[in-house]
């Protein structure tokens, strides 16, 4: 990648970045993205060898009462969350006149990426849909909506060992709820943001209601991923135009192609299933969480360990632990694209929880112990 070392101009005069030390020791490196509102920036510690991301708007951009607002939410709204698949925000302030949010630095590809290199195998999708579920869930629950989820805003990299570990990015026009689900009351300023009929987002992903400019609530991300999961198994995007106000217009009004008809190899009845759920037009019929959602891939995923085609080991990614174990729902075998939750914490297969694996721990303890103390009885006795 090519490093723009042009200096921007600052509202003190001429900043070039590349080369100051910032933050006790930080040392900008090159630069690593840059669009329309600003730039960012790899800078590195040598000392410690810690890097992180800069992210600088331009001077022109601060003199928009709305992009600085929407900025400065941003870094409120990542702060807010603590996820291991969401990005972190460590310092946000001014520097020389310029806004700046400084990030953890993830090395990897974006998810749009990777889909032009090819499609992605259906247990790899399962893997990075959940981890972006699970992200979601928190943000939902801290009553925020992204409103802008599209395969630019996952990026994939490895961590521990384990490769496709995700990391969900860029809340810049996320909406926040005034209520979360903690009962607490969320403070940070919504105006001029959420203003009646102006749309956000991306039009390939926009949810009906976004196109409509209509009020949003949960809903409208769980829709976001089912574009994006429909792309990833259909190898295309459920709507495409001549122009970004065709795709707006198809997204509102038309019903897409269905999955399985596009890639009747690849989507399963129960893929089929989940992806026409989460793309509903009407968001009383989608899941009702991403938590619901998550479940529903996991029922899939219980058909592939059945089918023989993936291991358990293939559907662990790390953080699992901290999101907690999720119960698999009774798949009905009369309508396999179709699925209940569970009616009981019993219910659910031959998923193991961490109380049952406690369980089972503590049990075959024992019996080892009384095996070993009847074999040491035996020796004793032969011994005399």
Known sequence: MSINTQPEQGLAGPVDLIGQRLFGGYEVIKKLGEGGMGAVYLAQQASIGQSIALKVLRSRATRSDETVARFHREAKVIGMMTHPNIVRVLIFGRLEGLLYMAMEYVHGDELQER??????????VIKIMKQTLSALAEAHDLGVIHRDLK????????????????????????????DNEYGETNTIDEMPLTQTGIVYGTPYYLSPEQARADELDTRTDIYSLGCILYELMAGQK???????????????????RPAREVAPDRVSPTMAGIIEKAMSKDREDRF?????MFDALMVREQ??????????????????EV?????????????????????SPDEGGPTVTLKRRSVLLIVAGVSFAFMLMTAMLFLAVATR
Not at 155 to 176: M, Q, S, Y
Not at 238 to 256: H, I, L, N, T
Request: aromatic share 8%; net charge negative.
């Open 115 to 124: 889909m032009q290199r090819g499609l992605l195998s259906e247990v790899q």
């Open 151 to 178: 395969p630019e805003n996952i990026l994939l990299t490895n961590f521990r060992g384990e490769p496709d570990f995700v990391k969900v990015l860029d809340f810049g026009i996320a909406k926040i709820l005034e």
């Open 238 to 256: 459920p709507f495409d135009g001549k122009s970004a106000a065709e795709v707006v217009r198809m997204q509102a009004f038309e019903q897409p």
């Open 288 to 292: 009702s969480s991403a938590m619901e």
């Open 303 to 320: 058909e592939l360990l059945q089918e023989g085609v993936i291991t358990g080991r293939s559907t662990y990614f790390p953080g699992s």
């Open 323 to 343: 999101t907690g174990s999720r119960p698999l729902m009774a798949i009905d075998a009369q309508q396999p694209g179709l699925y209940t939750p569970p009616t």
